[in-house]
């Protein structure tokens, strides 16, 4: 099997052999640096004793390193016309399964279930640019069993990710995914290193999903697609960003209860 980031033979398989046009409404951008899926893997963490969720497999760059690694690999895909692909590019890779759904309407936890039981679970994926918030606020705010997130996303995207909440970079999303894990920004990648090359730097981050939320129990923190009404007294929006609005709830401060206070998300 020729490298799956070799320019050439990806251009031979997609458009000559199987007539495949890459499409900016998926956001297809195939990985074409052969060091990157070796990097992603490299500080996702996961072995032998890992089940892994890929979201997106494109052509299988990443998905084959995963499967080097992993005891298990489930690559869920939107786009119809990629089985042909992925079968000859992931032939004989027998830990692997595709499953043809869109991710933010899967069952993730029943999936969890059925093809991993037992192990250890993580996330890997390329993520389309336009869909990173709604897939790793879904990932989050599901609370699955998994042990972390290691996605590749727009460095603009990723800096808010990894931005502490309270910091100069940070925004609802950094909020919110503080409240679910801890998270750092691990190495960007060039425009270079994709195909076809995308008009900014990409970079890796990764989220460790936290055991219990860090904020007090008496607090109460929401992610929603739109504001809820305006007449709700218990819910504080803290910002809007990537399409979602953030909320905490209140504690009463004072003997009749009069104060309140929006308790915050935090880091400890």
Request: glycine share 8%; charged share 20%.
């Amino acid at each position: 099997m020729p490298e799956l980031t070799d320019l050439s033979y990806v251009r031979a398989l997609c458009e000559k052999k199987y007539d495949f046009a890459l499409s900016k409404g998926f956001g297809q951008n195939f990985i074409i640096n052969p060091g990157i899926p070796q990097k992603i893997v490299d500080v996702s963490g996961v072995d032998k004793r890992y089940g892994v969720i890929e979201i997106g497999p494109g052509i299988g760059v990443l998905t084959r390193e995963l499967a080097k690694r992993a005891a298990k690999v489930v690559s869920i895909e939107v786009d119809e016309r990629l089985p042909p692909l992925l079968a000859e590019t992931m032939a004989g890779v027998d830990n692997f399964k595709l499953v043809m759904q869109d991710v933010l309407k899967v069952d993730l936890r029943a999936l969890i279930e059925e093809e991993f039981p037992g192990m250890p679970v993580a996330v890997c994926a390329n993520l389309p640019y336009y869909i990173t918030s709604p897939i790793v606020m879904k990932l989050l705010g599901d609370r699955l069993p998994i042990r972390n997130l290691t996605v590749m996303v727009q460095k603009e995207a990723a800096d808010r990710l990894a931005a502490a909440p309270g910091t100069r970079a940070s925004s609802a999303i950094s909020c919110a995914v503080s409240y679910y894990a801890t998270s750092k920004m691990m190495f960007t990648a060039a425009p270079g290193s994709f195909y076809p090359a995308p008009k900014v730097t990409s970079a890796v981050v990764r989220m460790d999903i936290r055991p219990t939320p860090p904020c007090r129990s008496a607090s109460v923190v929401r992610i929603h697609p739109r504001p809820p009404n305006k007449k709700n007294p218990n819910l504080f929006p803290i910002g809007e960003g990537f399409g979602f609005f953030v909320f905490f709830g209140y504690k009463n401060e004072g003997s009749r209860g009069r104060r309140k206070t929006p308790i915050p998300c935090h880091r400890p």
